[in-house]
């Protein structure tokens, strides 16, 4: 299992996730961040880290999310590590909650 970094990421892209990853497992692309499923050690330190509560376990990913579980492996495989954190996008605040994002997702 693996954790899954799911919609409500977009446009936000908080990155206090990155802060307590053992494993440097996140990778980021333009304005989403990504889990590498062969690299998490499922320690659950980043699920809570989320001002945005995008995070989930891999079996409790909502109905409506579950295209972010394959989304996440393989974006992970092209998009860089990112291992500090750094300032928030621009209108996170505005965006976090919003619904339909995806259509949003820069790849
Ligand atoms: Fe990293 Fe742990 Fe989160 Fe997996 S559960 S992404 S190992 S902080
Ligand atoms: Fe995204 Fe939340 Fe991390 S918004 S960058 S998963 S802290």
Redesign the pocket.
Known sequence: MAFV?TE??IK???????DVCPVDCFHEGPNF?VIDPDECIDCTLCEP????N??FAEDEVPDDQQQFIALNAELSKKWPTITEVKGALPEADDWNGKANKIQYLEK
Not at 49 to 52: D, F, R, S, T, V
């Open positions: 970094v409500n990421c936000c892209k908080f990155t206090d996730c990155v961040l880290e989320c001002p945005a995008a995070i």
